[in-house]
Nanobody, 123 residues
Framework: QVQLVESGGGLVQAGGSLRLSCAAS????????MGWFRQAPGKEREFVAA????????YYADSVKDRFTISRDNAKNTVYLQMNSLKPEDTAVYYC????????????????WGQGTQVTVSS
């Protein structure tokens, strides 16, 4: 059974930092891209960041570039999202996903989703 389990969300003041984790299990993700998406109330889910599992290439949405960093620990089957200089507009439920990176679309096409973790940034 494939599972993606996120953790690390919470409440933080603007300008603060959080690190999200996504632990993957159930099969090997060696050939998958791993990504983070977020969904704010009343808005569509949007791409945040992605990393190729084997190659280590990273991709970011313009809104988080230079503030967020995605990384992975293959030995632990875990992907991280370090979020710095957080803004109130970063408030959302953050979802981990595993799937295929599509360069033309600039996003991950997920096969699996996590359950999400809430990030709230107060002003």
């Amino acid at each position: 059974q494939v599972q993606l389990v996120e953790s690390g969300g919470g409440l933080v003041q603007a300008g603060g930092s959080l690190r999200l984790s996504c632990a993957a299990s159930g099969r090997t993700f060696r050939n998958d891209a791993m990504g983070w998406f977020r969904q704010a109330p009343g808005k569509e889910r949007e791409f945040v960041a992605a990393i190729t599992w084997s190659g280590g290439r990273t991709y970011y949405a313009d809104s988080v570039k230079d503030r967020f960093t995605i990384s992975r620990d293959n030995a632990k089957n875990t992907v991280y999202l370090q979020m710095n200089s957080l803004k109130p507009e970063d408030t959302a439920v953050y979802y981990c996903a595993a799937g295929r990176w599509v360069q033309a679309a600039g996003t991950v096409f997920p096969n699996y989703w996590g359950q999400g973790t809430q990030v709230t940034v107060s002003s």
